[in-house]
């Protein structure tokens, strides 16, 4: 059976494990680990020297600095150790671990995220464990896992034309209409990608969704407790009034001095319906149950236009003293697939006259103002919209050093679009495996320092025989192409399994089945070239060019496949006793 041991140094360790939590909340012990790795490695020098033993394929990974020298100085001595005293083993050294890269943003960004309990706008860094987690994504939800990092390079807070801000590694990757771009390329002259797709699920009615709105822009509640009664009270004017009266059946109109014009009913059904939906019964503590994300997109714009049609100005405008309100309509907008500024004005004890009456403004006043193109496909520098997308400019890029306080993210499921919606509507990309993983131009699955980069299926060549006995015949494209369809199959067989329930262990995402390669085997290399006349003592340089030849074919074709079949190929040199001269 074939299988691979990694052992690590503990920079290695922590920066492929530094945001692993366990489903207690508790993270990896790298001291604790470090004496199992090394009675490990003790234990299996002297079983080795009992038996030859070929599994398991034993490598140490090794983070180097800037000198190319190891890091951690005792593990590279240990390491030393053990080779002088008869152990063999790859070591595996690189100046970043091939893991999830520390691609994340900052605690405070928001994202909606979603599970059987329901939908919640929340802070990233305040984000708990929860089952059966989907995150918003381009009009759907869609699966993910939470990641916790330590950022390893410099942070960059970027601000777009419409005031949303994101503030995140150097590394992190956004669309842009210019494609994909990393954080620290990211320009004043660049566009990002904004979500423009509705979630269209769910139930609930326009007149319903109005009901709410109504009450978030101008309602309050009066419970009397004694003779077990309600009040629903909205204040109104004549030309609000003109605008809701078809949403008011069986309430009352009372007028008012001022031209205040009171909606009133006592229908507790009303109330309860009303109190579901939003919590506060004050103008600066309101805020929305983030349900409603899950109801229906009719649902979710009577919320809207009801706010509108009680607290809206001109040019599509509402209003509110709530600071949660403001950011959860933004979310909710962001839901719709409308793309939003919001804006504060902090008029905090000025003097204003209502009524004809002096009052004190206690709160900042937040103005939620949201953008329905239609025909106008840009507005200068603000938006364009494009066949990809919308896009709105960048409008500020600032460099922020010496940050060293964790880092957040998620890892999406569906490697094929690995990315997520932030609340305020920004397309971002998910905390990812690093490039030299995803495009193919790396893939070292013999033990190295991966941890999701295993394979689901190896499919071995018997090189030695291909040439010998095919290569007349079968053109190696041809026979790579073939390989291709096989793990392909293979790869959909399990994928089946996976959705029955059948294989726990992905199910339960201790393995990634999106990052797992469809793998290559090459065994009997050098008995084919030698065949052919080349020989690696005699000749080096010529054999060389030799080998290379097939592996720059496979390279070609596990890329371009990859494209065709929507997952990664890689290719492994294969040990392998004697099989490759049986055969």
């Not at 106008?376 to 306080?405: A, L």
Request: net charge neutral; glycine share 6%.
């Amino acid at each position: 059976m074939f299988w691979n041991i990694s052992v690590f140094d503990k920079y290695y360790f922590d920066s492929i494990f530094g945001g692993f939590r366990f489903p207690d909340g508790t993270q990896p012990d790298y001291d604790s680990l470090s004496r199992l790795q090394k009675f490990f490695m003790e234990w299996f020098r002297k079983e080795r020297k009992k038996e030859l033993l070929t599994y398991p394929v034993l490598t140490a990974a090794v983070l180097l600095d800037e000198d190319k020298k190891p890091k951690d100085g005792d593990f590279a001595w240990f390491l030393a150790e053990e080779m002088s005293k008869g152990l063999s083993f790859f070591i595996y050294e690189s100046q970043s671990a091939d893991s999830l890269a520390s691609c994340c943003f900052d605690a405070n960004q928001r994202v909606l995220v979603r599970n059987e309990d329901g939908v919640k706008l929340i802070r990233i860094g305040d984000f708990k464990p929860m089952s059966n987690l989907t995150i918003f994504f381009d009009g759907s939800w869609v699966k993910g896992s939470f990641v916790k990092a330590t950022p390893t390079d410099k942070m960059y807070r970027i601000v777009t034309s419409n005031k949303k801000e994101v503030f995140c590694t150097s590394n992190h990757i956004f669309p842009t209409m210019d494609g994909d771009k990393r954080a620290d390329e990211i320009t004043t002259d660049d566009w990002l990608m904004f979500n423009d797709r509705a979630y269209k699920e769910g139930s609930g009615e326009y007149k319903d969704g109005f009901l709410i709105g109504m009450y978030l822009g101008d309602g309050s509640i009066y419970e009397r407790e004694k003779c077990n009664s309600v009040e629903v009270t909205l204040s109104l004017n004549e030309d609000k009034v003109k605008k809701c009266i078809e949403y008011l059946p069986g309430w009352h109109l009372y007028s008012s001095k001022n031209n205040v014009i009171f909606a009133k009913t006592t229908d507790k059904n009303i109330a309860e319906f009303i109190k579901y939906w939003v919590k506060g019964s004050r103008c600066n503590t309101k805020e929305l149950n983030m349900d409603v994300c899950n109801k229906s997109l009719d649902f979710r714009r009577g919320i809207l236009d009801g706010f509108y049609a009680t607290d809206g100005g001109n040019s599509n405008r509402i209003y509110t003293t709530s600071k949660k309100l403001a950011e959860q309509m933004e979310a909710m907008l962001t839901t719709m697939g409308i793309q939003t500024i919001l804006d504060v004005s902090d008029r905090t004890n000025e003097k204003v006259v209502v009524r004809g009456e002096e009052f004190t403004r206690n709160f900042p006043l937040y103005c939620i103002r949201w953008y329905e193109p239609k025909n106008k496909r840009s507005m200068g520098d603000v938006y364009k919209i494009t066949i990809n997308g919308t896009f709105f400019k960048v409008s500020e890029v600032q460099e922020i050093t010496n940050y060293d306080e964790p880092v957040y993210c998620f890892n999406m499921a569906d490697g094929k679009e690995p990315y997520f919606t932030l609340a305020n509507g920004i397309q971002t990309h998910n905390c990812r495996l690093r490039n030299e993983l995803a495009d193919n131009t790396f893939s070292y699955t013999l033990g190295a320092g991966g941890v999701s980069t295993g394979s689901f299926r190896v499919i071995t060549i018997n090189m030695n025989r291909y040439v010998q006995q095919y290569e007349s015949k079968l053109p190696f494209g041809d026979l790579i192409s073939r390989i291709h369809k096989y793990l392909a199959a293979h790869r959909a067989v399990i994928k089946h399994y996976i959705e029955l329930g059948m294989l726990p262990a992905y199910t339960a995402q201790f393995i990634n089945f999106d990052t797992q390669f469809g793998t290559i085997g090459i065994n009997g290399m050098l008995e084919a070239m030698e065949y052919k006349g080349f020989s690696p003592t005699v000749d080096k340089e010529t054999y060389q060019q030799a080998v290379s030849k097939y592996l720059k074919a496979i390279y070609d074709l596990n890329k371009a496949d990859m494209v065709v079949y929507g997952f990664r190929f890689n290719t492994e040199f294969v040990p392998k006793m004697r099989g490759h001269i049986a055969a």
